[in-house]
T-cell receptor, first 114, second 114 residues
């Protein structure tokens, strides 16, 4: 069975600083994808970044990077140079390429202060 | 591209009434997911379809919930009869036939059952 765990219900970071949001996962599948989504207060779900289970390099998308440690089954999101607009809920997700099932963690609320 | 379109955006109904939520996925996408989001339970996967075929409905909470995908461009989630505990935001998401499999979300339907 698949499981995603986000242990940080809330995080604070000062503007321009970097922040790491934790995500661990559990699966018996060998082939899977890991994703991060942002949900601002307006409610929409915005796809941020993707990491494949066979990718050897950590994914990066602008100020977002994914710290992928396969042996530890962790896929932490790093946001560099935080901005006030980064304040939102952040969800980690995993898709099994065996079953196509896409599940989400419980989310981390990030607040960026000036 | 119009994105995933959900309707209605808001629905208020009385307990016992039938509720139908609608979703139009992005053209060319072959997977469709229905999620329910609440403060207590986070983002729960209810059911998902591949090529219009339901693959896993183990997340559907009760027999009162049903979902259909009669063609590649339309899906419905029906609750009959509705109960106050069904109040939540219901998201539809679709994903293309690619190696990555990221899902693109609709704006959600906020359901309130009184």
């Amino acid at each position: 069975a698949q499981k995603i765990t986000q242990t940080q219900p809330g995080m604070f970071v000062q503007e321009k600083e970097a922040v790491t949001l934790d995500c661990t996962y559990d699966t018996s599948d060998q082939s899977y994808g890991l994703f991060w989504y942002k949900q601002p207060s307006s409610g929409e779900m915005i796809f941020l970044i993707y990491q494949g289970s066979y990718d050897e390099q950590n994914a990066t998308e602008g100020r977002y990077s994914l710290n992928f440690q396969k042996a530890r089954k962790s896929a932490n999101l790093v946001i560099s140079a935080s901005q006030l607009g980064d304040s939102a809920m952040y969800f980690c997700a995993m898709r099994s390429y065996n079953t196509d099932k896409l599940i989400f963690g419980t989310g981390t609320r990030l607040q960026v202060f000036p | 591209d119009a994105g995933v379109i959900q309707s209605p955006r808001h629905e208020v109904t009385e307990m016992g009434q039938e509720v139908t939520l609608r979703c139009k996925p992005i053209s060319g996408h072959n997977s469709l997911f229905w999620y329910r989001q609440t403060m207590m339970r986070g983002l729960e996967l209810l059911i998902y379809f591949n090529n219009n075929v339901p693959i896993d409905d183990s997340g559907m909470p009760e027999d009162r919930f049903s979902a259909k995908m009669p063609n590649a461009s339309f899906s419905t989630l029906k609750i009959q009869p509705s109960e106050p505990r069904d109040s939540a935001v219901y998201f539809c998401a679709s994903s293309p036939p690619s190696n990555r499999g990221e899902a693109f979300f609709g704006q959600g339907t906020r359901l309130t059952v009184v």
